[in-house]
């Protein structure tokens, strides 16, 4: 006796490895979490006897009710777990669902998405693997929660497929070196640079090598931002703004630092973690006197070495 564990995830398919049990059956019984109705036109009987002959096929959800039975699973494809996720993101945006998911719009989900996205950078700086992993999802879970309200747009809807295919048509047009089997232009991680920015630059027309840069980002990372497109246009660092007042100091500090390979943004932020710490370190000795406010010569006495 065999038995077929088919995806719930991904419903009537079969594995191709149950093709010549199948071919082979005696008998061919819908079991455990399989409608005989939607595999009747096959030749699939009803709900499977408990004892089942040697060459019977059960089709099954789950293989426990079968103890002895030569097992045939059907294999997960890669980002199933993603079906589930879009899943229960529609269930809880559909009629009966959630009614706070319900009444969110693109522009009450904007604060969440800057959380979340600054929790996830926290959690790959902290290097834990656990809380990477929820950050991630709670960044997934905003892409989701984004392409469903865009389906119900009454103008220009789109899903979380259409998002999707969108990705992977931007994935493969600009890698020709990996997906057209070759090119020229491409010999290293710095040429793929170049050349994506090229596609990127020729798909979306653009007029100036600034163009799409997001200026609502964090000022160092913008600022970053803006160095590197403009040297990958070949423009010159004398033109780079120059002056003595605050903003123009920062740009020169955080160019200097682009220009030499490094991520100012990362390298500032490393610092602020680590002031964070030790204020928190002085802090704590102080508490541990009995000191709860500190003093200019307090601090330089508990501030860590």
Not at 54 to 74: E, K, M, Q, R
Not at 194 to 204: I, Y
Not at 236 to 250: F, I, K, R, S, W
Not at 284 to 292: D, H, N, P, V, W
């Amino acid at each position: 006796m065999t038995a077929v564990v088919l995806s719930e995830r991904l419903g009537a398919v079969l594995p191709t490895a149950a093709l010549p049990a199948l071919r082979a059956a005696t008998a061919v019984y819908a079991g455990e979490g399989v409608p005989v109705e939607r595999w009747s036109a096959f030749g699939v009987d009803g709900a499977a006897p408990e004892d089942l002959e040697d060459g019977a096929v059960v089709l099954t959800t789950s293989a426990a009710p079968y103890p002895g039975a030569v097992v045939i699973t059907t294999p997960e494809p890669m980002g199933a777990g993603l079906l589930d996720a879009a899943a229960v993101m529609h269930r809880l945006r559909s009629p009966g669902g959630c009614p706070w998911d319900a009444e969110q719009d693109h522009e009450s989900l904007r604060q969440y998405l800057v959380e979340e996205t600054f929790e996830l950078l926290e959690a790959i700086e902290d290097g834990g693997r656990a809380a990477m992993r929820e950050e991630l999802g709670d960044v997934l879970l905003q892409v989701l929660f984004h392409a469903r309200v865009a389906a119900e747009d009454a103008d220009d809807p789109f899903d979380i497929d259409a998002v999707a295919a969108e990705l992977v048509a931007k994935l493969v047009g600009r890698h020709p070196h990996v997906f057209e089997g070759h090119d020229p232009a491409v010999h290293d991680a710095t040429s793929q640079q170049h050349r994506w920015e090229e596609l990127k630059q020729a798909e979306k027309r653009r007029e100036s090598s600034v163009d799409g840069v997001a200026l609502g980002q964090p000022a160092v990372a913008l600022a970053a931002k803006l160095v590197q497109r403009t040297g990958r246009a070949g423009l010159p660092v004398d033109l780079l703004p120059e002056g003595d007042d605050t903003g123009t100091t920062l740009f020169a500090v955080t160019a200097l630092a682009k220009l030499a390979g490094e991520d100012p943004e990362t390298e500032l932020r490393q610092v602020c973690r680590q002031f964070a710490a030790k204020v928190r370190d002085a802090e704590a000795k102080a508490r541990a006197e009995g000191l709860e406010s500190l003093t200019a010569d307090d601090w330089r006495r508990f501030w860590p070495s």
